[in-house]
Every structure is written in structure tokens, then in C-alpha cells.
């Protein structure tokens, strides 16, 4: 059988072309197919579209910014101004407001270089041993070879020979283990990096007092904290970023998805003041970047997005939308129809008592899409949703429920 070109990720390979749901219009929070079927986009593509799809604002921000200068390189002697505004507005809106922002294209590659300033900023302290990353069981940080490493979804570590060595994982859930893992590696270890939220291993927030424990465990022994925010960051917790929603100031942060709303691949690090003064010497270069760092009509599209973002209350809306599905959510619960539910802002899971995958295929035909993770079913919805769509969601999960074994 002849195979079609494209090579879809997370796919089985051998699933013909035909088979997929061609999109070919979105709106707001709704998506149309190529068979004239609409669909509520209960995840905002991959946990990214916050302020809805198909907005005029930034595909006039991208078209201009790409009339006057479509792309440049910023590597030494050269900048553009979209992208040092860009940085300046993600940092103005971080708890590192005093930091630098680092432009890639993917969250893959933000962790990837997160992890080598990590160890370079242990370098550069005159502590080489420090190799050691701490990761949390059920984290994804991406799928490059760092990321592959450090994430604790053990499928997507399998597969792909030898990984990156000094990757030391916890029980996401147990700041025990973690003091141990301190206690027996302190002086080796050069960073911890943990999602505030973790989104694609099932949508768990935080133990209370995990992250606040786990930066004091950092402090102790001289290691860095990495927050991979990017399924949290711009508005998706309800603050701007997850490090504020729950009180705790990293070293680095991750970010990509909500910082262009994925109308164009941005990612990044906001570095903080502590490590960039490790780098800022007259003398040493900082020998990483990619072809597309501080891409200015990507920049341009952060820019607009942001201020989309600011202007319309999005981040208090995330605490609305929030609200309001787990309201949903805890009548299904009440019901009977799923076990329990979790979530923090506008990012949630019902747990059901069945394998999520035929619950989600109901609501698929049904017109909704939600996302099935092992057990449970994840919700991350555009922030300019509806309540109306909200309430359309849950009742087509309540109908799957009942129809599906």
C-alpha cells in the first residue's frame, strides 16, 4: 500500500492520509472539516490558541510585519525590533522582570537550551560536576533528545536508543523522594525543571507546598529551578504565568504555545538575572541559537498577541472558564459519571473510570474535542470561549458517558 507523504507525530504510521479529519476553517473556539461538520475546540489545538482562532488582528500584524521585513537573523551584529519588543513585553509580564528572554521556534527547543544554560551557568561557576537534571515522573518537556531525557512519560522515552545521560526522575508527587534525591547527589546536581501544572502527562497540579518545597530544596544545594511553562504560561493558569499562580520564582522559564497563540512558532527562555551575569562578561559568547531566534514576523505575532491578551482580560478570564468547567465537571461528578476531577485555571481533566480514547472518538462525532490521556479526559479551551460553548462541552462529555462502555 502507498503510503501519503506526510509523516503525521503521534500517529500510528501505517493510519492512511484518509482517515485523518481534514480542518480547513476555524473561528473563535470552532473548527469546520472539509465535510462541512463543526467541532468546539475544547483544547485550543494543543493547549496554545488563547485568544480563539482566525483573528483578523494578528493576521494583519503578521502581513505587515512581513511587507516590511518577513525575516532576518539575529545572530552578532544584528537585532529587529519585534523581537526585542517581544522580549521586552514576556519579561515586563514574568516574576523575572529584571531577566532576558532567549527566541526559539518550539517548547522542544526552549527546554533544550533551558537545560544547557542550566549546566553552562554551573560551568561557568567553576562547578563542572554539576551535570545532574532532576525530573518529575508524568512531566513532558518535549520530544529533543533533552527533553526526551528529562520528561517522565515513559512511552515517549522508549525507542530511541541510548538517551542524554544524568537525568534523575522523581515521583511527581512526593517531595520526600526529591529531598533524598538532593541528598544524595546536592553537589552534582545542576538543575530541577518541573512544570508548575503538568499538562500533557494528565493535567496534575502541584502538591501543596511541592514547588515551594522543591525551591528551597534548589536553594540548599545550590541548583537551579527550570519552569517548563509551556502549556502555563500567558494567561493559562489564570496569571500570566504559573510561577505567579503559585507564588514561586524560578531561575528559567520555558515558554512557547500561548505566546503567539501558535498563529506563529515562538518559543523561548526568560532567563533570570542570577544566571545571565553568569554569561554577560565582556569576553565569553554565548555559542547556542537557532536560525529562527527572534524571527521578526513571529515577533510580530507574539507582539499583537499580547496585547490581545492584556486588552480583553484574558488572564482573569482563564479563572472564569476555569470556573465554570469544573462546575460542569463536578455535577458529572455527582452523577456518577466520572470518578473525579482536577485542574487549576483554564486547564482541566475529568477522571473517568474507563479508558478515555472511545469517550473521546463519541465526542469527537459528537462535535467536541477534548483530549485522552490514560484515563482522563483534558480540557484546555480557548480563553475567549463561551460559556455557552463551555456548557456544550460538558453536556457532550455527559452524553458520551452514557453511551459509551
Known sequence: MAHHALLHPFCFAAKPESEMIKVVRAEGSTLYDDQGRSYIDGLASLW???????????????????????????????????????????????????????????????????????????????EPQRQIVITRSSGYHGTNFGGTSAQGI????????????????????????????????????????????QGAGGVFPPPEGYLQGARRLCDSHGALLIFDEVICGFGRTGEWFGAQKFSVTPDLMTFAKGATSGYQPLSGVIVSRRVCETFEEPEFMLRTGYTYSGHPTTA???????????????????????????????????????ESHRGTGAVRAAVLDRPAMNVRDEMLQRGVIVRPINNALAMSPPLVITDDEIGRIIDTMEQALRTTP
Open 48 to 126: 496554545y490558541c488563547q485568544i480563539g482562532h482566525s483573528r483578523p488582528e494578528i493576521a494583519d500584524a503578521v502581513a505587515a510585519q512581513m511587507r516590511e521585513l518577513a525575516t532576518y537573523h539575529i545572530f552578532d551584529p544584528f537585532t529587529n525590533e519585534p523581537a526585542a519588543r517581544a522580549a521586552e513585553m514576556i519579561v515586563e509580564r514574568s516574576p523575572l522582570v529584571d531577566g532576558r528572554v532567549f527566541l526559539g521556534c518550539s517548547g522542544s527547543e526552549a527546554v533544550d537550551t533551558a537545560l544547557k544554560l542550566a549546566r553552562l551557568h554551573a560551568q561557568r561557576n567553576g
Open 154 to 197: 515513559a512511552l515517549n522515552r522508549e525507542g530511541w536508543g541510548e538517551l542524554v545521560p544524568h537525568f534523575v526522575e522523581v515521583p511527581h508527587d512526593d517531595i520526600e523522594a526529591l529531598a533524598t534525591v538532593f541528598a544524595q547527589h546536592g553537589e552534582q546536581v545542576a538543575a530541577m525543571i518541573t512544570e508548575p501544572v
Open 300 to 338: 510580530a505575532a507574539a507582539v499583537k498577541n499580547i496585547e490581545i491578551i492584556s486588552e480583553e482580560g484574558l488572564v482573569d478570564r482563564a479563572n472564569h472558564v476555569g470556573a465554570k468547567l469544573s462546575e460542569g465537571l463536578e455535577a458529572l461528578a455527582a452523577d456518577g459519571l466520572i
